[in-house]
């Protein structure tokens, strides 16, 4: 029989790390929002990278509440064991899928270009000038001059050597032709 006075410490750390997990959440999403905001990036961006942390600490609490209620190691091993060896098959052929989504993390902090940005992929075999369209959390899209549409994995931007283009070629000849009229 179940009896709340046994079981008392567990309940309350429980409620207590519940409650915390929900006060994590607010502030830590106010938080992204607001370097969001700041950084002037899409609410789109915003939202997937709120997901992916609010993920991360719903696995950090499932963890702590095992702990908690002492579930015996020897049944989370075996548990945690046979999810991982499903996953790891399922995703040997995907790696990348994770290695682009820990990139688009990485741009959506760093953001070293934005939306709208004519960038030059510097690679040997096909080199690629394009506006940003887009940026997800896999790939980003391109369209070159042509009006040609290229979807671009995000570890490969990392990968590669990068330069933004500058946007507008007639304030810097502006600039020199009005030198040169001073001199």
Same mark, same amino acid.
Request: hydrophobic share 50%.
């Given at each position: ?34 370097y969001a905001s700041t950084s002037q990036l899409l609410e789109h ?8 942390? +609010? ?6 609490? $499932? ?34 899928i994770l290695s682009n989504i820990t990139s688009g993390m990485i ?10 940005? $004519?960038?030059?992929? +510097? ?44 946007? +507008? ?14 001199l």
């Amino acid at each position: 029989m179940f009896s709340f006075k046994e079981y008392s410490q567990e309940i309350l750390a429980t409620v207590i790390l519940l409650l915390t997990l929900v006060a994590l959440r607010v502030i830590i999403a106010k938080l992204i929002r607001r370097y969001a905001s700041t950084s002037q990036l899409l609410e789109h961006r915003t939202n997937l990278v709120i997901k992916y942390i +609010h993920l991360l600490m719903n696995i950090l609490v $499932t963890i702590s509440l095992i702990v908690i209620w002492g579930v015996d190691t020897k049944d989370i091993f075996i548990t945690v064991s046979s999810i991982a060896t499903v996953i790891g098959v399922a995703m040997f052929a995907q790696w990348s899928i994770l290695s682009n989504i820990t990139s688009g993390m990485i741009l959506f902090f760093s953001f070293p270009f934005r939306i709208g940005d $004519t960038i030059k992929i +510097h690679d040997k075999d096909f080199p690629i000038e394009a506006e940003i369209e887009d940026i997800s959390a896999f790939h980003v899209n391109l369209r070159t001059k042509e009006g040609e549409r290229i979807i671009f994995p995000n570890n490969l931007l990392l990968q590669k050597g990068i330069s933004i283009m500058p946007a +507008h070629y007639e304030e810097k000849e502006f600039l020199i032709k009005n030198l040169v009229g001073i001199l």
